[in-house]
């Protein structure tokens, strides 16, 4: 081929269709790209990021017109991004998203591993503790949107357990799952924070023997139902401004049963 045949070359996305059927979501799903998350405590002179690898999904809206949309340009906008992730950094990738496939509305997910390294509550040593996260961002109607959704494990104690048992209580291992509609800036940690605050104990990724003792000791006084959870959780994030709509959702693996005991509450957006 020779090389100015290059510049000629049909663009048959670019095509009319005559079918007039707008396309709701039209992109590229679960493709892995690295990225750099930033850390709580950074800051332009002591900047703290991890690396991470991400999967996306990227879609657009495509208008009745349009035959189809150009997928290459979707990986080329990830490729201008790979640098380091922030609230803010997602949302203009968002924008340039919409803005360079023409489109008037767009939507993109963004979940990856998220670590914290953890001090034990009574030895100190340190361990990491992984939690997944989820960006979502969407331009819909001349609006835009933004949703970080955090699943956070913890430990709850159940409350009947305790009050029916003359020794011990069950407990279990309880997912906890945040999805919250946030207006301005909020750390990843803030709303793991949150969660761990509300549950019978928060979990480590490493104890010794006296944190052992101290995490069963401290979920035995601090029993909560599933019901619990979700109740207090969701009250914490009535009275953050930052968050304007939100869904908790707490699953317990029940230890006696062969069933989860599962409870939500949403605020201002609909679980999905």
Known sequence: MKSRDLY?????????????LAIDKVGIKAIRHPV???ERGSTERSPRAQHTIALFNMYVGLPHHFKGTHMSRFVEILEAHEREITVETFQLMLREMVDKLEAEEGHIEMSFPYFIEKKAPVSGVKSLMDYEVTFSGEIRKGRQSFTMKVVVPVTSLCPCSKKISERGAHNQRSHVTVAANINTFVWIEDIIDRVEGQASSELWGLLK?????????????????????????????NADPR?????VESENFESIHNHSAYAMIAKGMEPR
């Open 8 to 20: 000629n070359i049909p663009d048959v996305q670019s095509d009319p269709d005559s079918r007039k």
């Open 36 to 38: 750099r998350i930033q």
């Open 209 to 237: 023997r006296p944190d052992e003792k101290y995490v069963t000791e401290h979920a035995y006084d601090n029993p909560k139902f599933v019901e619990d959870m979700v109740r207090d959780i969701a009250a914490e994030l």
């Open 243 to 247: 968050v304007d709509a939100y869904v």
